[in-house]
């Protein structure tokens, strides 16, 4: 496993730019919502002790992992002062294929979302074989990978303004 022994919330602060003038979206989906509102605190507590304000924090949900898709996109054209979104979810494989398709759109999804406008999108969604694994991985004993991700938003977001110079 990549993440065995790794602690998805520990990060040098040192290496984050300051993200206190940026501002945030997140998109999170209602579905496994045990999951996704532990990424969506591991995040929010990462960009708020990067000073971020929470009055620059922008949440929406959407009702799965698939509709964040369309959630994000309506974001990015919804809010152009945003530095960086961040889409969380998770998706727990079953014993249909319909694990396979939804992982492989959101990801596509996403890649498309990046390439086609200038606000990146994180990827934040847990593709777990059951549901330890994603609770490991939400605030269990691998940390928060939304705090990895909330880490990811903020390098992106500085590398979104040094790119405008």
Not at 46 to 71: A, D, H, M, Q
Not at 132 to 157: L, T
Request: charged residues 25%; aromatic residues 8%.
């Amino acid at each position: 496993m990549a993440t065995e022994g790794k602690n998805l919330s520990e990060y040098d602060k040192d290496t984050i730019p300051s993200a206190k003038e940026f501002r945030f979206g997140i998109v999170v989906s209602e579905w496994n919502d045990n999951i996704t509102e532990g990424l969506y605190e591991g995040a929010v507590k990462v960009l708020l002790e990067n000073e971020v304000l929470e009055r620059k924090i922008v949440r929406w949900n959407v009702p799965g992992s698939f509709e964040l898709i369309y959630g994000c996109k309506k974001m990015q054209e919804s809010y152009d002062m945003l530095d960086a979104i961040i889409a969380i979810g998770s998706v727990i494989e079953g014993e249909t294929k319909h694990f396979d398709f939804v992982c492989q759109a959101v990801s596509q999804g996403i890649k498309d979302l990046n390439v086609q406008s200038d606000i990146p999108v994180i990827f934040c969604v847990l593709t777990d074989q059951n549901i330890q694994q994603a609770i490991d991985r939400s605030g269990g004993k691998h940390g928060n990978k939304g705090a990895e991700a909330a880490v990811a938003a903020i390098k992106m977001a500085q590398l979104r303004k040094d790119a405008r110079f």
